[in-house]
């Protein structure tokens, strides 16, 4: 079972320099970033208001907090935050009901860390009540624990659901690989000390020291971390 409760005593990558595998959820593991907008551009137009295109790129990857409020603050929507999160968590809960897939190289990726008992996080800025549904598509076993934005006084951009995360499996945030798609989440890893691999889905982003750019999960496997993390050290 996943939780935010540190595990004690959790194994680390023998013989390797790598001791953890921290990942983020939407975009990285799941398809969903599209799901997220498509939802978003539903609300607000029930709401009576059309979002700009432009606007995905703006809201991508970040809490629901900011996403939410810079929708609310661009439109003129009068809606609170409050409620205007119930409806978008709800209108999220309902598509992935109808099914919701893995982004390419993710099912693999996890059977291998899984399979090599490499500790392994989930990191997201989604709510607690939506990484638990994703859970179950996931699969719970993969993961020794997760971390959700609504669980960290501050969320990505900031270091702390990386900080927690390696916390709570044991590891030094130097010797922990993270895997993200968006800026947010990758200067939320880099802030805390990590190793990166950024994956983009919606938009693009630079190669930087300490980061390793790829196309597709398939490029990623257990070998593949352990050199980069091997490389930095």
Not at 16 to 28: E, K, P, R, Y
Not at 109 to 115: C, S, V
Not at 130 to 135: A, E, K
Not at 179 to 190: F, K, L, S
Request: net charge negative.
């Amino acid at each position: 079972m996943t939780s935010t409760v540190p595990a004690l005593g959790t194994r680390t990558a023998e013989g390797s320099a790598l001791q953890a595998v921290l990942l983020d959820m939407d975009g990285t593991l799941v398809d969903s970033e599209g799901c997220w907008w498509d939802v978003e551009v539903e609300v607000f137009a029930s709401l009576g208001y059309t979002l700009d295109e432009t606007w995905r790129h703006v809201v991508v990857g970040g809490p629901m907090t900011r996403s939410a409020g810079f929708l609310i603050e661009a439109t003129g929507a009068a809606i609170g935050l409050a409620e205007l999160t119930v409806l978008l968590n709800e209108g999220f809960e309902n598509r992935i009901d109808g099914g919701l897939p893995l982004m390419p190289g993710a099912a693999r990726l996890l059977a291998e860390l899984h399979a090599h008992e490499i500790p392994t996080a989930l990191v997201s800025a989604s709510h607690r009540r939506i990484i638990d549904r994703v859970l179950s598509v996931l699969g719970p076993h993969h993961f020794t624990l997760s971390i959700a934005g609504d669980e960290v006084s501050r969320t990505k951009p900031f270091p702390d659901p990386y900080l927690l995360a390696a916390a709570g499996l044991g590891a030094d945030p130097a010797r922990c690989a993270v895997v993200e798609d968006t800026a947010t989440g990758v200067a939320a890893a880099e802030a805390a000390g990590c190793r990166v691999v950024a994956v983009p889905s919606v938009a693009p982003i630079g190669p930087a020291l300490g980061r390793t750019v790829v196309s597709s999960l398939e490029e990623v496997d257990l070998a593949f971390l352990r050199g980069m993390m091997a490389e930095a050290h």
